[in-house]
């Protein structure tokens, strides 16, 4: 009965070690890296766009006045590196207003290119997970051209812009910014002595924008896994396990305590003791050292059980196949092998009851940067 017991018991640790990666606990506001191609948008917008200028005398400040605003409208190609932080391209198009005075404010063709770093405060003060609104702040740098005029200018500013998601493909935005630009980017060079005092030597632009835009690649991020999480459950188990066994124990204690005083033969019980098949160590992306020293708990139970019956160590090194190429993978697998093949060492392990093993960069983990990892087990 005893050793059927521990039989299940080491049965029960491989099988909790292969399903544990449905339900792994992971960090609120850690992500695993995502790959270059994925979390790329593309978006579209029409704008209303509001000029103020630096020679206006006597035009009303009302920014959707006729004497000042007119449309136009932009697209933009960007990537999210994080959750929190992104960075995108921007081309805008209008037809924009001259603004002189109340009678005077003909029409001219603009482009502009800039370059805008975002923010997503929803993920950064409250930690990733999809949700359908997001407000993200970013600021803009660039060039502005004024085709009726010839003229070149250097664009700076700060927008607000709120995606809603419809889908997980597709999103709704809305925008809005204000670019600060050379006096002369309307084509008027001279500064009235009348021009609104708020706005000094500069142009300014005022827009909002209303469009949509598609997510391209892979959509969103996986939650990094919690290792001192992991490493509690797996301890749990194991604990658990351990004091089943201690009443069973203690149960076959009593019942053979039982048969001597009945003076029946001797009843000779053997006790197996538990020991976790296999350990493994994680390791972090393009890294040979290991993450967490806690890893080595398990690591450290195996070395003894080795050295006690003589058993030969094996110690199998993996990297994800996500990053880095094949040749890469490899070699980083055999020296996180060999990295906690020197731990053994120090444990007292022989090196030559040690096998170390690199297979290169695998995916049987999800997600991902599970199979970042060595894995120990007896032979």
Not at 133 to 155: A, E, K, R
Not at 280 to 304: C, G, M, P, W
Request: proline share 2%.
């Amino acid at each position: 009965m005893m050793l059927l017991l521990a039989f299940a018991g080491m049965s029960f640790g491989t099988f909790a070690q292969e399903t544990a990666t449905t339900e792994i606990p992971t960090q609120k506001h850690k992500v695993v890296t995502n790959g270059f191609w994925d979390n790329w948008f593309v978006d579209f917008g029409v704008d209303f766009l509001s000029n103020y200028s630096s020679q206006e005398v006597g035009v009303s400040g009302n920014p959707f006045s006729g004497d000042r605003g007119n449309w136009g409208f932009d697209v933009s190609l960007g990537k999210w590196a994080t959750p929190s932080f992104g960075m995108r391209a921007k081309i805008g198009a209008a037809w924009a207003t001259q603004v002189n005075t109340e009678d005077s404010n003909p029409l001219y063709n603009q482009l502009q290119i800039t370059f805008q770093p975002m923010l997503n405060l929803h993920n950064l003060f409250a930690g990733y997970k999809p949700r359908v609104w997001n407000t993200i702040l970013y600021g803009s740098v660039g060039y502005h051209h004024n085709f009726d005029h010839s003229v070149n200018s250097v664009i700076a500013g700060l927008g607000w812009l709120n995606t809603f998601n419809v889908t997980k493909r597709f999103h709704i935005n809305v925008d809005i910014y204000a670019n600060m630009l050379d006096h002369n980017a309307d084509g008027i060079a001279s500064v009235s002595s009348g021009s609104v005092a708020c706005f000094g030597s500069r142009d300014w632009q005022v827009g909002w924008s209303i469009g949509c835009g598609f997510n391209l690649g892979k959509v969103g991020w996986d939650n990094a896994p919690d290792v001192d999480a992991i490493m509690a459950m797996n301890k749990a188990q194991l604990d658990a396990l351990n004091a089943s066994l201690a009443a069973e124990q203690e149960e076959n204690a009593r019942l053979q305590k039982m048969i001597k005083d009945h003076k029946c033969p001797e009843a000779v019980t053997q006790v197996t003791q538990i020991v976790a098949s296999n350990a493994s160590v994680f390791f972090n992306i393009n890294k040979s050292r290991i993450a967490s020293k806690k890893d080595l708990v398990n690591v450290k139970e195996l070395a003894e059980c080795a050295k006690a019956n003589g058993q030969t160590v094996v110690v199998t090194g993996y990297a994800d196949s996500k990053t880095g190429s094949a040749t890469y993978n490899q070699t980083l697998s055999e020296k996180r092998a060999q990295t906690v093949a020197d731990e053994l060492v120090k444990m007292g392990v022989s090196r030559d009851k040690i096998e170390v093993v690199g297979k290169g960069g695998v995916k049987d983990l999800s997600p991902i940067s599970y199979n970042r990892r060595v894995v120990v087990s007896l032979k």
